[in-house]
């Protein structure tokens, strides 16, 4: 199945693009990364105006801005948008249900794209004199509508190869959030969208 790269069709995402020039060890461990491998990786904007705290009961955020977000062992400081790597002949509105009820529980449904987040990555000549091996992918970030809110309990987030230690509903955007700034632009495009 051929996969439609959402910047074709609107023309409003949130876009960012990043080259990045490393050294041979680095290029060969982000070459195989599941997500560079695929060439494409998708991320959930998870928003709930209700969400259900860990007694099971719901409480009203006054704006419907509650976000879905995660923390793992790759970013032990920073909260995280859920998501991940696209497999082979998947759709990216099935990767993105997939991945955000793997790390979280939390059952979507995708409403629009609404950021991409580009990047080229180069191995570097040694000499400094240009790059021998490239490779990109475009990491998809999706306004997504919370069908079944529920937190997973602990254990059961993630899979057993990577581990994801805390997903919850945060009030908002965090200050302490992975790639604040693509974040951020990212979260505002879609509580725009969410209302439309």
Excluded: K
């Excluded at 209700?50 to 099971?56: I, L």
């Excluded at 990109?136 to 990577?162: N, Q």
């Amino acid at each position: 199945m051929e996969r439609s790269d959402p910047r074709e069709r609107y023309d409003d995402l949130v876009v960012r693009r990043e080259r990045h020039e490393v050294d041979a060890e680095r290029f060969d461990e982000l070459r195989d990364a599941e997500v560079f491998r695929s060439g494409w990786g998708v991320a959930g904007v998870v928003l709930d105006g209700e969400v259900r705290g860990t007694t099971g009961s719901r409480t009203q955020s006054d704006d419907g801005g509650h976000l879905l977000a995660i923390r793992n062992e790759a970013y032990p400081t920073e909260w995280t948008l859920p998501g991940g790597a696209v497999e082979n002949g998947e759709p990216l509105t099935d990767a993105v249900v997939r991945e955000v009820r793997e790390e979280t529980g939390v059952a979507v449904e995708p409403v629009r794209p609404v950021g991409v987040d580009e990047s080229v990555v180069e191995e570097g000549r040694p000499d400094g004199s240009g790059s021998t091996r490239r490779v990109e992918m475009a990491f998809v970030h999706f306004l997504c509508r919370a069908t079944d809110p529920t937190v997973a309990d602990g254990r059961d987030l993630g899979d057993p190869d990577e581990t994801i230690t805390e997903a919850a509903w945060l009030d908002g955007l965090p200050d302490d959030v992975f790639n604040p700034d693509h974040t951020r632009d990212v979260y505002e495009a879609a509580l725009v969208h969410r209302d439309r």
